[in-house]
Structure formats: C-alpha cells, structure tokens
C-alpha cells in the first residue's frame, strides 16, 4: 500500500519537475520565485541559462517517470534519492545568494525532505 503511495508521489514529482522546466520557456518571470534576489528575468542571457535549466528539468523528470514505467521500486527509490541533490544544491544556491529563507526552507529545504521520504518508502518496500 505505502509503496503504492510512494510510486504515485514519485509520478507527480516526475510531472512537476516537467512542469516546471517547460514554464520557464513560457513564463521565465517565474524564475524569480526561485529565491535568488534581482534575478533578471527580463535580461536576454539569462533567458537563455533558464532554458538550459528548462531542458535539464524536462529531462530530471522524464528520467523518473521511464524509471516509474520499465524499472522496479527499489530503482525508482534509488534515483529519486539521488534526484534529492537537486533541490539540496538549489537550497544552497539560494542561501548563498541571501535569498529569502521561507525560499531556502520552505521550497528547496521542504522538496527535498518530501523526495528523500518518498525514496524511503520506495527502498523499504
């Protein structure tokens, strides 16, 4: 049953992190709810890191989801803890940029403690 929950959670991890990496190419104002301040959302060169950001995002979450798919639960956990850098490194980015705090723990800090729990349940099922 918890393995269960865990797969479908992992799903909807996989579909956010798409979500996400395909509104940057058509909302890249929403970059600045990363918590970087004055990020420049406006200016062309940062327009185009975002894209870089917004491929490797639709990647990240493809690569879960054919995991979801052809693999097992254990492989799943597996790559979803490893995935759990992800929002760790964006945590620090964000802590050394002297971004908002509510950012640094309330978005990065709180998706990797969901991700690392999910990957949890998915190892010990």
């Known amino acids: 049953m918890l393995s269960n929950i865990a797969t479908v959670l992992a799903g909807l991890i996989g579909a956010a992190v798409i979500f996400m990496g395909t509104s940057s ?12 301040p004055d990020t420049p959302t406006e200016d062309r060169a940062f327009q185009a890191w975002l894209s870089v950001k917004g491929v490797r995002d639709i990647a990240s979450g493809l690569f879960i989801l054919i995991v979801l798919i052809g693999g ?6 597996w790559i979803l803890l490893a995935a759990t850098v992800i929002p760790v490194g964006d945590a620090v980015i964000v802590l050394r940029s002297n971004g908002p705090k509510a950012a640094v723990y309330g978005i990065h800090g709180a998706t990797a403690a969901v991700m690392l729990a999910i990957s949890a349940l998915l190892l010990i099922a």
């Open 25 to 36: 190419f058509w909302a890249p104002q929403g970059a600045g709810g990363f918590g970087i």
């Open 72 to 77: 097992t639960t254990h492989l799943l956990g």
